[in-house]
């Protein structure tokens, strides 16, 4: 069973420019959600998603914003990129959404802006 | 708010030893759930294991073990057998059960003496 995977894995992007983060979670999974992890601020939660509705947002600008489709695949989009945005940015999906579920984590997305 | 708070930047144990990382946390509900994430050097987060508040029994997941003290709000973890694998960082989360979102410690660099 594959498990979830982020692309692209890496990427460089320069002020003020935007970008997509997309997430496929595991196979039965309907529950996704995104953390933000910095050396200076630790992990932070940015937004949780179950079929299709924003269930959870975290303390972030209104610059960063996502969705989620209809077979629970995940994108998230961060514009005007900032070089504090710099980060590594992991997804992670959970079978029913209930919050006693385990949640399995991709491998990241490396976010460098420059 | 929840806080999570881990005391220990960073531990060092001997292979074969036995290790403790320390994890408090805040928090005014009575349920919730638990975990601790290992993340190695490809940074993809894995569970290590979970507890649920509402169980008194301390989880136990083959040579990783935990000390839950609800009360003092306590949640360590015991690695046993120490083996140069378990080098990573490892990760304190708390989660509600109304909330879908992990609130996360600042993490314990764990290294393994050969």
């Known amino acids: 069973k594959a498990g979830v995977t982020q692309t692209p894995r890496y990427l460089i992007k320069t002020r003020g420019q935007q970008v997509t983060l997309s997430c496929s979670p595991i196979?039965?999974?309907?529950?996704v959600s995104w953390y933000q992890q910095t050396p200076g601020q630790g992990l932070q939660f940015l937004f949780e998603?179950?079929?299709?509705?924003?269930?959870n947002k975290g303390n972030f600008p209104g610059r960063f914003s996502g969705r989620q489709f209809s077979n629970s695949r995940s994108e998230m989009n961060v514009s005007t990129l900032e070089l504090g945005d710099s980060a590594l940015y992991l997804c992670?999906?959970?079978?029913?959404?209930?919050?006693?579920?385990?949640?399995?984590f991709g491998e990241g997305s490396w976010l460098t802006v420059v | 708010a929840q806080t999570v708070t881990q005391s220990q930047p960073e531990m060092s144990v001997q292979e074969a030893e036995t290790v403790t990382l320390s994890c408090t946390y805040d928090t005014s509900e009575s349920d919730y759930y638990l975990f601790w994430y290992k993340q190695p050097p490809s940074r993809q987060m894995i569970l290590v294991i979970r507890?649920?508040?509402?169980k008194q029994q301390n989880a136990t997941e083959n040579r990783f073990s935990v000390n839950f003290q609800k009360a003092a709000k306590s949640f360590s973890l015991k690695i046993s057998d120490s083996q140069l694998g378990d080098a990573a960082m490892y990760f304190c989360?708390?989660?509600?059960?109304?909330?879908?979102?992990?609130?996360w410690g600042a993490g314990t660099k764990l290294i393994i003496k050969p």
């Open positions: 196979s039965g999974h309907r529950s």
């Open positions: 989360a708390y989660r509600s059960r109304s909330n879908y979102q992990l609130i």
């Open positions: 992670a999906s959970s079978l029913e959404g209930s919050s006693g579920n385990t949640i399995y």
């Open positions: 998603y179950f079929s299709e509705t924003q269930r």
């Open positions: 507890q649920e508040a509402y």
